[in-house]
């Protein structure tokens, strides 16, 4: 498996998702989980100045957001690139309210994807994003995290925009299938 | 094999919603798409009032984010039974929550009403309070008559539990009360009463 630890050379980036997010003064994380957001999601769940809310499906979570900036707080979703998939209709929500909207995108079926099942969803994430209206921008090299997580936190929550950042492949690492 | 028609209810769903609005004090509205939209702001606008026009499934959500991040007030979710059935899975969320001052009201005629009265699965025999307590919900209620309404009522202010109420409501379609469209106009209203600047 992927490896989940934030320590280690190149690995600094697992944790620089979550003290972007807090910094940026984000109160609730909600989530589908994936395997390059365990260490967000466990820094998440360990900070009692979060909530971390796990979905059932992804689109629960802009609804969510929604909900929350109302009642005046900043969130994130954190998902998968397969995720984005389920999101496509719920993200009008976002467009015809323009409210802020930032998420953090695993990606698979992007680089050395042992399973093609991946492929066609992880070929579309960034372009179905963009079709209805959420700005992108993609990090491949670990320093790249964190200042691309803090510029998109800026748009979304002082300019009310719906922005992704998505996490390339050669970033989170190969997964491992056969031992 | 023909489906089991279960029609929802008798009650009147303009009537009930009224009542349920009465001296709403510090409530907060998040409506489902369609008819419960129309029904709360036939009971009259209010700033406090969030109207979903589509995002079909994400009332439920909405207003669970928004008694997350304002705990201390309580807030009604009023949607349909179609509404509800797209947002199945946000059941499951909310009752891990469990936020205490959340409150579902799930006016169910058993049809897709919008869209020319086709029966649902709430119609068709799947019961949303049953459904609701298999995921934990603390309190479920099934409101049949009336009298109902008002216990109903200083629940949604008691902000003592979790709660999601079905409401059995005749399958009629009534005269459209059409609250404003502008998502970010009602958006920017919601917040300022609450204090909260536009950016």
């Known amino acids: ?179 | 094999m023909s489906a089991i028609n279960v029609p929802g209810g008798t009650l009147e769903r303009r009537g009930v919603v009224a009542d349920l609005l009465r001296e709403r004090g510090d409530l907060m509205v998040v409506t489902g798409l369609g008819s419960p939209s129309y029904d709360v702001m036939a009971a009259g606008d209010h700033d406090l009032n969030y109207y979903l026009w589509a995002a079909m499934g994400s009332s439920m959500t909405v207003g669970l984010g928004l008694a997350m991040a304002q705990p201390d007030r309580p807030v009604l979710v009023v949607t349909g039974d179609g509404e509800s059935l797209m947002g199945f899975g946000a059941l499951a969320t909310i009752a891990l929550r469990r936020p205490r001052n959340l409150s579902i009201v799930i006016l169910d005629n058993g049809h897709f009403g919008e869209t020319g009265m086709q029966p649902s699965h709430a119609g068709q025999g799947i019961e949303l309070t049953r459904v609701a307590e298999a995921c934990g919900f603390p309190v479920v209620d099934l409101v049949t008559e009336r009298q109902g309404v008002e216990p109903l009522r200083r629940r949604i202010h008691a902000k003592e539990s979790l709660n999601l109420a079905v409401v059995k409501i005749e399958a009629v379609n009534l005269p459209r009360a059409l609250p404003p469209r502008d998502g970010v106009y009602v958006k920017n209203r919601f917040r300022a009463a609450l204090g909260f600047r536009p950016a």
Not at chain 1, 30 to 50: F, K, M, N, Q
């Open chain 1, 1 to 179: 498996m992927v490896s989940d630890t934030a320590e280690g050379p190149g690995q600094s980036w697992r944790r620089d998702v979550f003290d972007v997010l807090k910094a940026a003064g984000v109160k609730h994380i909600v989530y589908v989980p994936d395997a390059g957001h365990s260490t967000a999601l466990r820094l998440a769940e360990a900070d009692p100045e979060i909530n971390a809310v796990v979905l059932t499906t992804e689109e629960e979570g802009i609804g969510y957001l929604a909900g929350a900036w109302l009642g005046g707080e900043r969130g994130a979703l954190l998902m998968q690139s397969s995720g984005v998939g389920n999101c496509i209709n719920t993200l009008g929500l976002v467009a015809c309210a323009r409210f802020p909207f930032l998420t953090v995108v695993t990606m698979r079926g992007d680089w050395a994807e042992f399973n093609q099942w991946q492929n066609p969803m992880g070929q579309a994430t960034e372009a179905a994003l963009r079709l209805m209206g959420v700005m992108t921008w993609r990090a491949d090299d670990p320093k790249d995290v964190a200042p691309l997580l803090r510029g998109a936190a800026t748009m979304a929550f002082e300019g009310d925009g719906a922005c992704a950042v998505l996490l390339g492949q050669r970033l989170i690492g190969e997964k491992e299938w056969v031992k």
